[in-house]
Protein backbone atom coordinates (compact mmCIF):
# COMPACT_ATOMS: atom_id res chain seq x y z
CA UNK A 1 0.00 0.00 0.00
CA UNK A 2 1.13 3.45 -1.07
CA UNK A 3 1.67 6.42 1.01
CA UNK A 4 -1.14 8.26 -0.77
CA UNK A 5 -3.78 5.10 -0.29
CA UNK A 6 -2.72 5.62 3.84
CA UNK A 7 -3.56 8.96 3.63
CA UNK A 8 -6.65 8.59 1.99
CA UNK A 9 -7.86 6.15 4.92
CA UNK A 10 -6.67 8.48 7.32
CA UNK A 11 -8.42 11.66 5.83
CA UNK A 12 -11.69 9.27 5.46
CA UNK A 13 -11.18 8.35 9.12
CA UNK A 14 -10.86 11.60 11.01
CA UNK A 15 -13.86 12.70 8.33
CA UNK A 16 -11.39 15.28 6.61
CA UNK A 17 -11.08 16.34 2.66
CA UNK A 18 -7.69 16.19 0.48
CA UNK A 19 -8.76 19.83 0.04
CA UNK A 20 -9.26 20.53 3.77
CA UNK A 21 -5.72 18.74 4.15
CA UNK A 22 -4.13 20.59 0.91
CA UNK A 23 -5.20 23.92 2.59
CA UNK A 24 -3.66 23.12 6.06
CA UNK A 25 -0.12 22.48 3.96
CA UNK A 26 -0.34 25.86 2.78
CA UNK A 27 -1.01 23.94 -1.03
CA UNK A 28 -3.80 24.38 -3.26
CA UNK A 29 -6.09 21.21 -3.80
CA UNK A 30 -5.14 20.90 -7.51
CA UNK A 31 -1.06 20.67 -5.94
CA UNK A 32 -1.79 18.47 -3.58
CA UNK A 33 -3.76 16.02 -5.47
CA UNK A 34 -0.79 16.03 -8.15
CA UNK A 35 1.31 14.84 -5.26
CA UNK A 36 -1.15 11.93 -4.57
CA UNK A 37 -0.89 10.97 -8.09
CA UNK A 38 2.46 10.81 -8.14
CA UNK A 39 2.60 9.01 -4.56
CA UNK A 40 6.26 10.56 -3.20
CA UNK A 41 6.27 12.04 -0.15
CA UNK A 42 8.99 12.67 2.18
CA UNK A 43 9.04 11.53 5.90
CA UNK A 44 9.00 15.29 7.00
CA UNK A 45 5.85 15.94 4.84
CA UNK A 46 4.20 12.63 6.22
CA UNK A 47 4.93 13.78 9.62
CA UNK A 48 3.36 17.24 9.14
CA UNK A 49 0.64 15.43 7.51
CA UNK A 50 -0.46 13.00 10.58
CA UNK A 51 0.26 16.15 12.42
CA UNK A 52 -2.52 18.16 11.09
CA UNK A 53 -4.64 15.27 10.96
CA UNK A 54 -4.25 14.60 15.32
CA UNK A 55 -1.67 11.54 14.43
CA UNK A 56 1.38 10.39 14.26
CA UNK A 57 3.06 9.15 11.46
CA UNK A 58 6.02 5.59 12.29
CA UNK A 59 5.51 4.21 8.53
CA UNK A 60 1.80 4.34 9.48
CA UNK A 61 -0.67 6.58 11.02
CA UNK A 62 -1.29 5.86 14.46
CA UNK A 63 -4.51 7.38 16.30
CA UNK A 64 -5.00 8.05 19.61
CA UNK A 65 -7.99 5.39 20.21
CA UNK A 66 -5.25 2.79 18.93
CA UNK A 67 -6.56 2.55 15.24
CA UNK A 68 -3.50 2.20 12.86
CA UNK A 69 -3.72 2.85 8.56
Not at 50 to 65: H, L, W
Request: zero cysteines; proline letters at 3%.
Amino acid sequence: MGNAQKIKMALAYKGMSESELAKSLGKTPQAFNQRMKTDKFSMEELSKIAKIMGASYISEFSFPDGTKI
